[in-house]
């Protein structure tokens, strides 16, 4: 007999068949269900959509923040509470030096050191003197500087409300230089602080806060001064030109 190979019978082919399909079949299904696991994967790692991001956008322009509010409304309840206008204040604190010129004034919150006793001055100068009593921390006052004619300047604070000098006191830290640079302004400042004052308010309208004799970027000598809207408690700066009453510069503060 010949040993010839023999063939697999046809229905051992078909079971073959059939199960190396099977077998395809599931390894397809495998890879369909790995690729979509994956772009899956990927889709939660991306970046969220505009539409996520739209919820954190800042606020409008024009809408004020807190601090804005809180600063104007601070300013508002401040002019309110003061019954003695600056004016009144500042014929006050000049009275307290003799043949002294103001050169500065401003309206603020009592601070809780309000009698307290300033460093002694390493030149001998008078100390703190307190004729009356101070107004409670946080009551309004009106702190100013006045020059006398050497340029060595005075502090006088003024209650806000009854108009009576609470503390006085002579500047410890002017140097030699320093009384220079006073008597300087001075000299070159032809207008007064009301003067200043008049040409300020004329451009904008208000409670007077704020007035100092200062020098500009361009070393002119000016007298700055600032006025709250008491309806909005808005205020504007004016910087106007000590030695002719030009109004230089004005800014208003929204905030």
């Known amino acids: 007999m010949s040993s010839a190979r023999r063939l697999p019978p046809v229905r051992s082919l078909a079971v073959a068949g059939a199960l190396g399909a099977s077998a395809l079949l599931l390894a397809a299904c495998t890879n369909a269900d790995t690729t979509r696991s994956s772009v899956a994967e990927a889709a939660q790692t ?31 309840d401040l002019v309110s509470a ?46 703190l003197s307190t004729p009356n009593p101070a107004p409670s921390e946080g009551a309004p006052e009106w702190e100013a500087k006045v020059a006398q004619s050497d340029g060595t300047l005075h502090r006088i604070d003024i209650d806000a409300v009854n108009g009576k000098v609470f503390r006085t006191m002579v500047d410890p830290d002017q140097d030699p230089d320093d009384k ?7 000299d070159k400042a032809k207008q007064t602080p009301q003067q200043a004052v008049k040409a300020a308010t004329a451009k904008a309208k208000g409670t007077v806060t704020h007035v100092e004799l200062d020098e500009n970027d361009d070393q002119q000598v000016v007298w ?4 709250v809207d008491k309806g909005n408690g808005n205020k504007t700066s004016v910087v106007v030109d000590a030695a002719n009453g030009k109004v230089l510069s004005q800014k208003t503060d929204t905030d």
């Open 46 to 76: 991306e970046s969220p959509s505009p539409t996520g991001t739209d919820t954190q956008s800042p606020s409008p322009t024009g809408s004020p923040s807190p601090s804005g509010n809180q600063d104007k409304t601070e300013r508002k």
């Open 82 to 127: 003061a019954k003695v206008t600056w004016d009144k204040a500042a014929d006050t604190a000049v009275k307290e030096v003799p043949e002294g010129k103001l050169v500065d004034l401003e309206l603020k919150r009592t601070e809780a050191d309000a009698t307290a006793s300033p460093t002694a001055s390493p030149t001998g100068s008078p100390g």
């Open 180 to 186: 220079t640079q006073v008597t300087g302004w001075l």
């Open 224 to 227: 700055d001064v600032d006025v």
